[in-house]
């Protein structure tokens, strides 16, 4: 069996992720810190998944591409380099890791890609301007690879709401602001990272094997209700 492939593992939903597959799979993780787990089934590299050289990487049956980023500002303080380093993170990251591994997950077992968007594509935000338009940008690219790519490779996307993950410290300052952030949601409370995790290695696994090209929404029902 391949490998899967965890690009942003050590943090957050990744490193959630990253638990929770190790024990009925080898991972291999790319991030610029390590996840500080020891296990036999895990494979680290230290890199910059938008700069360095990507490793070769023998058998692969999925990726998982986890960066992303949370920049919310009013469209006067927003500025055209915050709307290239969100698209570049979010976008051209994940683009530049399908495009090198892509081969190799077409000849792995059950292969499947999961990018992750967010609530804010879906419905709008304020503030939202520059992360929203990189997030449509990894929706675009999920239905498009979906469809080149079928039948052998599926490719979903998942579109949190605001999660408790290390990106999202700082708005998620005390007890009482994540209180206040959770009551916003019609479920009121903030997801937890193990929450979305375990959706991605749901459609990671055998029994999503009818689903491509969609975003499934883990928001707490705001963008629907």
């Known amino acids: 069996m391949g490998a899967l492939l965890i690009v942003g593992g050590s943090k957050g939903i990744g490193r959630a992720l990253l638990e929770m597959e190790l024990e009925k799979r080898k991972v291999v993780n790319i991030s610029r810190t390590e996840p500080n787990i020891q296990h036999a089934n895990l494979t680290h590299y230290k890199l910059d998944a938008l700069k360095d050289e990507l490793p070769e990487i023998e058998e692969i049956d999925g990726i998982v591409y986890c960066p992303g980023s949370i ?4 469209i006067g ?63 675009g690219i999920t239905k498009s690879l979906a469809a080149e790519f079928a039948p052998t490779i599926r490719v979903n996307c998942i579109a949190p709401s605001i999660t408790d ?13 994540k209180e206040a952030l959770g009551n916003n ?10 929450e979305v995790a375990a959706v991605a290695s749901f459609l990671l696994s055998e029994k999503a094997k009818n689903i491509t090209g969609q975003i499934w929404g883990v928001d707490g029902g705001m963008g629907s209700i």
Not at 165 to 177: V, W, Y
Not at 185 to 194: I, Q, T
């Open 71 to 74: 920049n919310l500002k009013p």
């Open 77 to 139: 303080s927003l500025k055209q380099e915050d709307f290239q380093q969100d698209f570049e993170v979010n976008v051209l990251g994940a683009v530049r890791v399908i495009q090198h591994y892509f081969r190799k997950v077409k000849k792995g077992n059950n292969p499947s890609i999961v990018l992750f968007s967010t609530v804010a594509v879906k419905r709008g935000m304020a503030f939202h301007a520059s992360v929203a338009a990189a997030k449509a940008g990894v929706e």
């Open 185 to 194: 949601h019609p479920l009121k409370r903030v997801g937890e990272a193990h």
């Open 165 to 177: 993950t290390p990106l999202a410290a700082h708005l998620l300052k005390n007890e009482e602001r």
